[in-house]
């Protein structure tokens, strides 16, 4: 299984505020998602990236994907309280699995 | 309705009993998963199917067991429980083709004393 390392573990930031996190491989995948989980529910996608530089807007939250394809982040612009919860990468290994890294947990302060 | 739906939502249990939860889902994908989550830890593969007939083991298969009863459902045993069971475990589908994008039950809270 490929690791992918997750920074920082935890945030917590004012509303208002702007964050980016990262997640991080020294391997290459065919593509990255990121889910956000919410405590007692499951992970809910939020987007996938498959090409190498590769930038996706879902209203305040941007994603990009590393020229590479090891390496991608996350950008809230003006974070919300509903922007809190657990960020999850996951890289698509090559035998139709996904490996997950260990998470963001981001904390928006009202 | 949920499109994967997840049960028991909540069990305690004692060591050495077996038990079996169940995952059934309503969006017509051949492939399911069941990870479980540890603090720390992440998300972690048990096991996997990508079609009825197709059963595979993840990373920590051992002292867990699944069947895959029809396309639409996919139950995890653990055949004698211990502690270091405990966790909260989510099933999840995937449809062939579609980048392995995966949808998550709401998860099982197991707590073996």
């Known amino acids: 299984t490929q690791l992918l390392e997750q920074s920082p573990q935890f945030l917590s930031i004012q509303e208002g505020e702007n964050l980016t996190v990262y997640c991080n491989s020294s391997?290459?995948?065919?593509?990255l998602q990121w889910y956000r989980q919410e405590p007692g529910e499951g992970p809910v996608l939020l987007v996938t990236?498959?090409?190498?530089?590769e930038v996706k807007k879902l209203k305040r939250l941007t994603f990009q994907f590393g020229d590479a394809r090891k390496d991608s982040s996350l950008h809230i612009t003006a974070a919300q309280p509903g922007d809190t919860g657990l960020y999850l990468c996951?890289?698509?290994?090559?035998?139709?699995?996904?490996?997950f890294g260990k998470g963001n947990q981001v904390v928006v302060i009202p | 309705d949920a499109d994967v739906t997840q049960t028991p939502r909540n069990r305690i249990t004692k060591t050495g009993k077996r038990i079996m939860l169940e995952c059934s889902q309503t969006?017509?994908?051949?492939?399911m998963y069941w990870y479980r989550q540890d603090p720390g830890l992440g998300l972690r593969l048990i096991y996997y199917?990508?079609?009825?007939?197709?059963?595979n083991k993840g990373e920590i298969s051992d002292g867990y067991s699944v069947s895959r009863q029809a396309q639409a459902k996919f139950s995890l045993s653990l055949e004698s429980a211990i502690p270091n069971q405990t966790a909260l475990y989510f099933c999840?589908?995937?449809?062939?083709?579609?980048?392995?994008?995966?949808?998550f039950g709401p998860g099982t809270r197991l707590t073996v004393t």
């Open positions: 999840a589908t995937s449809a062939t083709g579609r980048l392995n994008e995966q949808y």
């Open positions: 391997s290459v995948f065919s593509s």
């Open positions: 990236v498959v090409t190498g530089g």
């Open positions: 996951a890289g698509e290994e090559g035998n139709n699995r996904l490996a």
């Open positions: 969006k017509g994908h051949d492939r």
């Open positions: 199917s990508f079609d009825v007939k197709d059963i």
